[in-house]
């Protein structure tokens, strides 16, 4: 089998659990793109708190980044395209939030805001990423465009939320999960595996050229547009019931075995 691109989530797949990449990991993609495979990071993180990840791995391809609202050249941080959400949804989102006491992130260009630092979950959100929020009214700002909205929470209130915003903006949005108690809410064109079909365009590579990698619900589409999605050991049944191929897990370096079983 010969392929052309590897596009990789990062946290539960490249990433361990302690969100390093394992020197097996990096040198096998690095041995990929010696031979002319491109490598594509496709991840809910921001740009930012993905970048250096991509500087890591020291691979000259490009940061697919909240979860496909902005796709990035690393090397040079050309933007190739970006897809922010709608004023008028991220203000009924606004409402949501505040009608529901959900604490929620906003992100617009590279910055996070928060009506309230001092939340549990944006105090642990911003701890296991390393990242400061700046605290903001929500009706406040000039232009109300944002590259990701996410409620943060515990599954069952994260429940009572998609059902609200189902509710409110139906399929005017695209709605997923990136991790139990995260619920991210972006533009309707918006989703790993639509953006990643439009990336490989771009670089004249078909989804049959390519193998995905991913462990949560919202890599579904990324795996499923592929040739070669596979799910990583630890992904939930729902995810691996999707796919052709699953690997090992993200802590015994499932990405390299796999790559090396099936495209050495």
Request: aromatic content about 10%.
């Amino acid at each position: 089998m010969e392929i052309k691109a590897v596009a990789l989530d990062l946290d539960g797949t490249l990433l361990t659990t302690d969100k390093k990449i394992s020197d097996i990991n990096r040198d096998v993609l690095k041995e990929l793109e010696q031979q002319g495979v491109k490598i594509f990071i496709v991840t809910g993180r921001t740009y930012h708190a993905a970048k250096p990840y991509a500087e890591y791995l020291n691979l000259g391809g490009v940061v697919i980044s909240y979860n496909g609202a902005k796709v990035v050249e690393y090397r040079n941080d050309r933007v190739v395209f970006e897809l922010p959400l709608q004023e008028e949804y991220v203000k009924e989102i606004i409402r949501i939030a505040r009608k529901m006491g959900v604490a929620l992130n906003l992100y617009q260009d590279n910055k996070w805001y928060v009506e309230d630092s001092s939340r549990k979950e944006v105090l642990e959100y911003a701890r296991e990423r390393n990242l400061i929020p700046i605290e903001k009214d929500f009706y406040s700002f000039d232009n109300y465009e944002m590259t990701k909205t996410v409620f943060m929470g515990t599954p069952d209130i994260l429940d009572k939320v998609n059902r609200e915003v189902e509710k409110v903006l139906g399929n005017k949005v695209y709605k997923a999960k990136s991790m139990d108690t995260l619920y991210e809410v972006l533009n309707r064109e918006v989703n790993k595996g639509l953006v990643l079909e439009r990336t490989l365009k771009t670089y004249g590579i078909s989804p049959e050229e390519c193998a995905a990698f991913g462990d949560a619900v919202n890599d579904i589409e990324m795996l499923t547009a592929v040739k070669y999605g596979v799910a990583m050991g630890n992904a939930p049944h729902e995810v691996k019931s999707r796919v052709n191929y699953i690997t090992d897990t993200n802590d015994n370096n499932g990405v390299a075995k796999f790559l090396k079983k099936f495209f050495f």
